[in-house]
């Protein structure tokens, strides 16, 4: 039944976790990571920036384009089309109201820049937060031929107006991997080590969706607006790969391979058009970052990203003024 005009919601945990994802096979080529890459910003300000124009680009007679180690956050996607991997029994809810809360990235192997693959998805979470439901999605994909893993997404849903499903003195709550696994992000007070700026165009969501995530919540005024939006805002992926862009121009020379792990939590909306500026602090391997929408000056996006090494020339300062791209 609905409510408000709104499609009722409701959730059976047990029917949802005892649900079994068929696998999903899919091929990708240089063409989809030059054309996420151009996505997410790259060479936006500069077209033949220096740090990226071998994510686009046969640079220099380079045999490959390297991908963007966000690049897989494409991979969930490829279920049915994105509906798929949301589209779990026993979980119904109304998805004007859905939002893409959280990203989890793995990288096990270098990420090629054409291959066939094989995603196996699993429900990883399960939560009653009493205004919302949070699901966790885990995709873990392969190479079809060899078997190799290649990395693993987990894709945290934040359905609005979904929750309540359980006994508010004692929430439901299911997790499939370990507490500590996903740390609570603290943004240091300390003055960052690096901070760049990046402007996302009008068009930053026409042109992302291309790459295969056609929620009309990027792109159509009315669906935005029944969403809650003045307009069409972006996705939180195309955030979270300026991000993952931020710090590798920041630290890594602009070596998309030097990325191990990537965490974001989507704190708040962007439109397409503002400005993203990301404040980085450099702990060990790990960089956490924070991600601001300049304009409305909000902080859009916290989280870290472990790399697999940092050079020692770079602990503690920018690198932003070598790259010619930030600014400290
Ligand atoms: C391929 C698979 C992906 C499928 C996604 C498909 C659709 C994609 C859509 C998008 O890209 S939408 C654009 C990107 N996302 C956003 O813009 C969301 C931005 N964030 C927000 O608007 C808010 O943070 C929120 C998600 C609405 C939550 O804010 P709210 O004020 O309602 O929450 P709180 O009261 O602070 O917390 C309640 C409860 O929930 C936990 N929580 C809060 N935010 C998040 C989050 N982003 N992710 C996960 N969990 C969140 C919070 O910790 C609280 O829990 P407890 O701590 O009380 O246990």
């Not at 899919?26 to 077209?47: K, N, Q, T």
């Not at 508010?168 to 603290?186: K, L």
């Amino acid at each position: 039944m609905a409510t408000n005009g709104r499609p009722a919601a409701s959730v059976d945990p047990d029917v949802a976790l005892a649900y079994k994802f068929p696998e999903a096979s899919f091929a990708y080529d240089e063409r989809d990571v030059a054309l996420y890459a151009l996505g997410v910003g790259a060479c936006g300000a500069d077209a033949v920036d220096d740090k990226e124009l071998h994510l686009v680009h046969h640079r220099d007679g380079q045999r490959h384009i390297k991908a963007i180690p966000t690049f897989v956050s494409l991979f969930p996607n490829k279920n049915s089309n994105g509906r798929g991997i949301i589209n779990v029994p026993g979980i119904h809810f109304d998805a004007s109201l859905l939002l893409h809360g959280q990203q989890y990235i793995e990288i096990y192997k270098p990420i090629p820049s054409c291959a066939s693959v094989v995603n196996k998805v699993k429900v990883a979470g399960l939560h009653d937060k009493g205004k919302a439901t949070i699901l966790e999605i885990e995709t873990t994909t392969s190479l079809k031929d060899s078997g190799e893993v290649l990395c693993m997404n987990r894709s945290t849903i934040f359905l609005r107006g979904a929750g309540g499903f359980s006994d508010s003195s004692r929430p439901y709550s299911y997790t499939t991997y370990p507490a500590n696994q996903i740390s609570r992000i603290s943004i240091p007070n300390s003055t960052p080590s690096a901070v760049y700026e990046d402007q996302t165009q009008q068009s930053q969501a026409l042109l992302y969706r291309l790459s295969g995530d056609y929620n009309p919540l990027h792109s159509d005024p009315m669906v935005a607006q029944v969403a809650g939006f003045t307009r069409p805002i972006l996705h939180g992926l195309c955030t979270l790969g300026f991000a993952a862009r931020a710090v590798i121009k920041s630290f890594c020379h602009g070596d998309p391979a030097a990325v191990r792990n990537i965490f974001g939590r989507f704190l708040l909306h962007v439109y397409p058009g503002e400005t993203l500026v990301t404040e980085m602090w450099v702990d060990g391997q790990r960089v956490q970052y924070q991600t601001k929408a300049k304009e409305r000056d909000r902080a859009v996006l916290s989280g870290y990203v472990l790399l697999k090494h940092i050079p020692s020339s770079l602990h503690g300062r920018s690198s932003d003024a070598e790259n010619g791209g930030g600014r400290l």
